[in-house]
């Protein structure tokens, strides 16, 4: 909305929205994909800046519910 960013936002925040951007990142913090929906546009740099929130955030995640058992041993 505007210049607000949500971050795995609610129902009634998505129903509000202009624009969607959606992270999808492995165990190695790579973005395996993205998926944009909405009307909202973004530039090259508001991208970068956003996949790079999405990678901390997924991280913190993660640590949060103990995900880390489903890293693959390499």
């Known amino acids: ?11 009634d925040e998505e ?8 992270f999808a990142i ?3 913090g ?3 994909s993205m ?6 546009t973004w530039t090259e ?6 996949s790079k929130i999405a990678v901390e955030k ?3 995640l993660r640590e949060k519910l103990n995900l880390r058992q489903y890293i693959p041993k390499i």
């Open 1 to 11: 909305i505007e210049d607000h960013i949500f971050v795995d936002p609610v129902i």
């Open 15 to 22: 129903l509000v929205l202009d624009g969607r951007l959606s």
């Open 26 to 28: 492995n165990e190695k």
């Open 30 to 32: 790579q973005i395996s």
């Open 35 to 40: 998926q944009k929906g909405g009307e909202a």
């Open 45 to 50: 740099e508001e991208i970068i800046k956003y």
């Open 58 to 60: 997924v991280n913190e």
